[in-house]
């Protein structure tokens, strides 16, 4: 069960992501936040000893939720390939949602794209045991054949992160009508590769 402390710093993070998605980063005030969580001043600075690293505590917060979406997705119980293909498309789908979702900090993400790849260290760690767990899942079901799942785990990580802002842009050229081929296309270039 959550304690007292973490419970207030948790409302405290969700407050300031309501306030950056609305009004913007740069337009929002540590004493904004403490007033929007009906908090004092002191109890901010308790927890937070600037605006940037509540919204550092923000991008992480999103990030965990992230990641319990796709531990979902890993503990499914289907096949390997199937699983990896899920795992791709829910993590594009829902970054992109977290990145609209919290309206202006869009542009701050981007615009901080390397501050926001510093929270994610230790993220992309974990998310890349994620997908190393899928392959060897694979490997023992007879579905996948690699002589190294923790470098094509970390080439598959990283791939998939080069797509996210293309993605959320828009600019990879899928609508939602080619989903359906275009996940065709997605499965047979990592199954297959591009070797004829």
Do not use: C
Request: a neutral charge; aromatic letters at 10%; charged letters at 25%.
């Amino acid at each position: 069960m959550p304690t007292t402390v973490s419970k207030t710093r948790a409302m405290l993070v969700d407050e300031a992501r309501q306030l950056f998605a609305r009004i913007g980063v740069e337009n929002t005030t540590m004493n904004d936040i403490a007033q929007a969580s009906q908090k004092g001043r002191r109890t901010l600075y308790t927890y937070f000893k600037s605006k940037n690293e509540i919204y550092l505590a923000v991008i992480e917060s999103e990030l965990e939720s992230l990641y319990n979406m796709l531990l979902d997705v890993a503990s499914k119980d289907m096949p390997a390939d199937e699983k990896l293909l899920l795992f791709i498309y829910t993590r594009l789908d829902t970054i992109k949602e977290l990145v609209f979702r919290n309206g202006t900090l869009k542009a701050t993400f981007f615009r901080d794209i390397w501050q926001v790849e510093k929270v994610r260290k230790n993220y992309d760690i974990r998310e890349t045991d994620i997908i190393e767990g899928i392959l060897n899942d694979g490997m023992n079901q007879g579905l996948f054949d690699m002589p190294d799942p923790r470098l094509t785990a970390v080439v598959l990580h990283h791939a998939f992160k080069g797509l996210e802002v293309p993605y959320i842009r828009g600019t990879m050229g899928i609508t939602p009508s080619d989903y359906a081929e275009r996940r065709g296309n997605v499965m047979n270039l990592i199954f297959h590769g591009i070797k004829k």
